[in-house]
Structures are given as C-alpha cells and as structure tokens.
C-alpha cells in the first residue's frame, strides 16, 4: 500500500531523495565485512522486541525495548520482501533510511513512495525510531554519556537482534534524510566495512556551520 504525502517539505525532498535511491538499492547485494564477534553475542545485548505489529502483508512494526535509548521502547518498521519468513534458511541484504530532525520511523513509508520502489528489491528495509535531534550518536551529556546512546543501540543492538531473528543479512546499505543524512555518512566513518553503500540528502553534515541565510548573532568561528 503507497500512501499520500502528509507533509509538502518533506515529501519534496524525500521525492528527490528516492529518485537518486533507486541508484543506490542494487549495491545492496555488494558483500560487507561481518560483525566483530562481541558485537553479535546475543547475550550481550541488552534490546529486546516487547511488541510486534503486523501493518500489512509487507510492513512489520517492532517496538524494541533498550536501556540505551532512555525510552520504555522505540519502534522500527520494516518492509519485508517476498518470501520473506522469520523460519527461512536465508538472509536477506538490509536497506537501513533514516528519519531526519523531528521525525520518526513512520516518516518514509508515509511521505515517499519507498514501498512502491522496493517491491520487487530483494532486500529488508530497515526504518527504526530515535528522537527528534538524536544526531544517531551517543550523547556526551556532560560527560556523564549514558542514555541516549543511539549508535550504540541501533548499530551494536537493533542491527544484530535483526540478524538473530528477523533473517536479516551482512550486507547492508544506509541512507538518510536530513539529519539522517547525517547519521548515513557518521555511521559509515565510525564503523568502516559495516554498510557497502550510503547515501546523504539534504545531509546536515556540518551542524556547527551557520545557514549562509540565517541570522546571526556573533562570531561563527
């Protein structure tokens, strides 16, 4: 099921953005270097799915329980291809999109014509839940860190819990909007060999630089 874009600004980008997208989906095959062996112990992850929602005959919604994320749980919807079962004897690659500032993991399916482009990709799309302004990074918090930490939850939990139970495979692919765009590109630099492919659209890749059309009100540097 496609469904009507809800929000003018962000549909404007996220059409662009799904048009340079349907570049990116075939490299999602390319092979990716395998996780660490500490990463993908289960016993060491603390995220667990409390809730499943099955939306529709493709859309699977989990709501994922972590200590790192300093929510009682944050959803992640994926979009499964055909054939896809949670008993299968294969995996399948991962498309992972990122929401932008302000949005959340519905942002994609409900202003972009994501279903319509993956339907016949074989690949699991990945579109999980953080904050408004998570960054996907870990926050400093004072140099207390702690919660949020959210590349340590989407990239050391989310991800390997999707490749313990979900049938998802090594090679993946990442992509974002905005602020997402951000995390595409931070999440390939920090973890070289995790993702094959990224792509930024509208990248807040340098957030400590001023808008040339914003107002200031002193010294940027």
Not at 14 to 25: P, S, T
Not at 147 to 166: C, S
């Amino acid at each position: 099921m496609v469904r009507r874009a809800r929000h003018g600004g962000f549909a404007a980008r996220a059409a662009r953005a799904l048009a340079a997208l349907a570049l990116l989906l075939p490299v999602v095959g390319a092979q990716t270097a395998g996780a660490g062996p500490a990463e993908a112990r289960a016993a060491d992850n603390p995220a667990r799915v409390v809730k499943e929602v099955r939306v529709d005959d493709r859309t699977l919604d989990l709501a994922v329980s972590s200590p790192d994320t300093g929510a009682l749980f944050t959803w992640v919807r994926l979009l499964l291809p055909k054939g896809w079962s949670r008993d299968a004897s294969r995996t399948w690659p991962t498309l992972w999109l990122l929401h932008g500032g302000s949005g959340n993991h519905l942002d994609w399916t409900a202003n972009t014509h994501i279903e319509e482009l993956t339907a016949d990709r074989d690949a699991i799309v990945v579109m999980p839940e953080t904050s408004g302004c998570s960054g996907y990074s870990n926050w400093y918090n004072g140099g207390r860190w702690g919660a949020p930490a959210w590349e340590t939850y989407l990239l050391d939990q989310v991800r390997p819990l999707l490749e313990r139970d979900y049938r998802a495979g090594e090679r993946r692919a990442v992509a974002g909007l905005s602020m997402g765009g951000q995390g595409a590109l931070k999440f390939t630099a920090v973890r070289p060999g995790l993702f094959s492919a990224a792509a930024s659209y509208s990248g807040a890749v340098n957030p400590s630089t001023s808008h040339p059309t914003a107002v200031s009100t002193g010294p940027t540097r």
